[in-house]
C-alpha cells in the first residue's frame, strides 16, 4: 500500500511520465458492440467478444501504462438501441472506442454519433461503403471488407465465368442497398446486366417467392444481397428448387466461414465467395485458428480475425501516441502500416478504409474436406488496391 | 402472354401455391395457439420457442440416434408434447386462477429461455436437415417446379389441421374438454378430471407446435431463432381469426399465407407488414376477429 502511495506521490511530483497521465481515467477501455441475438449471432457475435479478448491478453494486458478493458453488449440490429449503448458507454461507462458495428445502419449511427465525440471506431462487421464515403470520420476505421470488395471478388468471378445477367435478391437496409449497388455497378462496368431484383426484410425465413421470380427472369446469377441467417436460408431453399440444375448460378455476396459451417458442405458446395481472412490461409493464420478454436469452440471468420487485428492496431496505435486521445490516436492510426495475423501490409487510406488483401473463395465438397472447418478452396487473392475502392473516388470529403 | 397487373398469370398461380404453403406453417401454429387459448385460456407466447424445439429434436434425433424424417415427425410431437406436459403439470397450471397477464409473462419468459440456451449451444447460425430421400427433387406443374416436399408440407398439415379440429369439435372427447373449459365445477362433478384434460390439451397445442417445427426442417435452418421469425406473425393470425375459434385459425393461417403470396409479388417490401394491416383493418371493423363469436 505505501509502496503504491509513494509511486503515485512520486508520479504527481515528476509530472507522471507522458504516458500514465495521458491516458484517461487510467483504462482503456474497449467495446464490442454487435448483435448477440439475431441473424449476425454467429457472423460476429460473442465470438467477436472472445477475439477481442484474446487480443488483449496476447498485447499483456496492458497499454501505455493502462490497463485494458473489454465490455460487450448486444444491439439487436437496431440503431437506435445501439446508439443507446453507445452514449451510455462514453458518457458514463468511459469507453475510448468501439468496434465490431455489425449491420450498416447500426455502424453508420455509431460512426457518425462517435464523431461528434471525438471517439475511434473501428468497423469490422458492417458492410456499406458509406463508412468511408460521403459518410466517413476522421475518428472512424473500416476494417475487415466492405461491399466494394465483395462486389470485386465475388461478382468479379461471375461475371468472367460468362454470368453476365443478374438477378439481386437483396436485403432490404442499408447494407443490402450497398451491396447491390456496388456490384450492379461492377456488373455493368464489365459488360454485364442486371435483369431485376426483390427485396426482402430482415430475418425472412421464406425465399421461394424469390426465388421463383428469380427463376422467371432468365438471369444467369442469382445474387443474394444479404447476410447471416437470412443467406443461409437463401442457398437452402435456393437448393431446393433447382436453381443450379437449372442453369443459374448462386452468389452468395456476404457469406462467410461460420454461415458455410451452419449451412453444411452439403448444401453449400461450390458456392463463391469473398473474405479477407481464412484460418488455413498460412501457417501464422493457422496457428491463430486452431488457438480461437480452443478457446471458443470454433473457427474464425474475418469478422473475428477483423476484431482481433482492430483491437491490436488500436493497442498498438495508443502505445505510439502515448494517449487515448481520439485525434492523437487517429493519427496514429492512418499512419502506422497494419501487420499482423489477419492483414498483410495492410494500410489505412486517408477516408479510413483499411486497405489489404481479400480472397476469392470456393466452398468445398464434402469429400475434399480433411477435417471440420476445413470448408475452402482459394481461388484467387485480389490485391487490396483492386478489392476497396480508390479513396479518391469515395466520396469521402476527407480526402482531398 | 397473359397477366394481371403486370404479373403473367403463370407467375401468379406460382407465387400462389408457395404462399399456400406459408399459409400451411401459419395454419398449424395458429390451430395449436387457438387450442391452448379456446381451452386453456392461456396466451401461450412460447409457441414459437416450441416449434423450434421440434426442429431441434427432428435434427437431435438424426444426428445422434439415427432416427429419419418420418419416425421423427411421429416421436418428437410426443417427445415435445410430453415436455409441454410436464411444464403444464409443474408451472403454467398454478397460474390459472391469476391474472391471464402472467400466463403470457411466464411463456413469454420460457420462450426467452428457451432460445437463449439453444443458440448458446447451437449458434444463430443454425443446422442443415435434408428433406427425406422419398421427397427430395421437384414436380413439375406446368406452372412451375414444386418441389416435392413442399407438396407433402401443404398435404400433412391440411390433415392434420382437419383432424384436430374433428377431434375437438365432433368427438366425445372434445365435447368434455369444451364442456370442461364452459364449467370446469360441473363436469368435475360428473367425474371427469378436469386438470388431466388441460394438460393434455396443453400438450395438444405444444406437439402441434412442433409438428410444424418438423415439417419446417428440411425448409429453413435449424436455428434457434425460427420460432420468434414466425411467432408474431401467428399471433397475427389468430387475432385476424377471433382468439379460440379452431375452424377460424386454420382458415385464416391460409388465407393470410395467401395475402402475404400475392403482396411478395407486387411489393416485396411490405411482405411483412401487410398481415398486420389486415389484423389492424380486422380489428376495427370486427374486433372479435373473422370467426370470433364475442369480443
Known sequence: MNRILAASLAALVMGAGPALAQVSDGVVKIGILNDQSGVYADFGGRWSYEAALMAVEDFGGEVAGAKIEVVTADHQNKPDVASNIARQWYDVDKVDSIMELTSSSVGLAVQGLSRDLKKITINTGAATTELTGAQCSPYGFHWAYDTHALAVGTGGALVEQGGDKWFFVTADYAFGYSLEENTANFVKEKGGEVVGSVRHPLATT???????????SGANVVGFANAGLDTANSIKQA????????????????????EVHGLGLEAAQGTTLTESFYWKRDEESEKFGRRYFERTGRMPNMVHAGVYSAVTQYLKAIRQAG?????????????????????RE??????????????????????????????????????????????????????? | METIFGVPVVALYGQLVLGLINGSFYALLSLGLAVIFGLLRVINFAHGAQFMLGAFAAWLLLNHFGVGY??????????????GAAIERTMLR??????????????????????????????????????????QGAANLGFMRLPKYRIWVIVASLIMCLSVWALIEKTRLGATLRA???????????????????????????????????????????????GSQIIIVVFA?????????????????????????????YYSEASNIVIFVIMAVVLLVKPAGLFGKDA
Open chain 1, 239 to 258: 437448393a431446393e428448387f433447382g436453381i443450379v440444375e437449372g442453369g443459374q448460378k448462386i452468389a452468395a455476396l456476404l457469406f462467410t466461414l461460420a
Open chain 2, 180 to 226: 370442461a373449459t364452459e364449467n370446469p365445477t360441473l363436469v368435475q362433478a360428473f367425474g371427469v378430471n378436469v386438470p388431466l384434460l388441460l394438460t393434455f390439451t396443453y400438450a395438444l397445442g405444444v406437439g402441434l407446435a412442433a409438428f410444424a417445427g418438423v415439417l419446417a426442417a428440411p425448409i429453413q435452418q435449424v436455428s434457434p431463432l425460427m
Open chain 1, 323 to 343: 494517449t487515448d486521445d481520439g485525434d492523437a490516436v487517429s493519427k496514429a492510426l492512418h499512419e502506422m502500416p497494419v501487420n499482423d495475423v489477419f492483414a
Open chain 1, 206 to 216: 421464406d425465399f421461394s417467392s424469390f426465388l421463383l421470380q428469380a427463376q422467371a
Open chain 2, 94 to 135: 398454478r397460474l390459472y386462477t391469476a391474472d391471464p397477464l402472467y400466463g403470457l409473462l411466464f411463456t413469454f419468459g420460457l420462450a426467452l429461455v428457451l432460445e437463449g440456451v439453444f443458440r448458446w449451444y447451437f449458434g444463430a447460425a443454425g443446422k442443415p436437415y435434408t428433406p427425406p430421400s422419398d421427397l
Open chain 2, 70 to 83: 418420418w419416425w421423427a415427425l411421429l416421436l418428437t410431437p410426443l417427445i415435445v408434447g410430453l415436455l
Open chain 1, 346 to 400: 495492410g494500410r489505412v487510406a486517408a477516408n479510413g478504409r483499411m486497405i489489404t488483401d481479400v480472397y476469392l473463395m470456393q466452398v468445398k465438397a464434402p469429400a475434399e474436406s480433411a477435417e471440420p472447418w476445413d470448408y475452402y478452396n482459394v481461388l484467387a487473392t485480389i490485391p487490396g488496391d483492386q478489392a476497396f475502392m480508390d479513396p479518391a473516388k469515395s466520396g469521402c470529403p476527407l480526402v482531398q
Open chain 2, 237 to 265: 393470425v389468430v387475432v385476424v381469426g377471433g382468439m379460440g375459434s379452431i375452424m377460424g385459425a386454420i382458415v385464416t393461417g391460409y388465407m393470410l399465407g395467401l395475402a402475404e403470396a400475392l403482396t411478395k409479388v
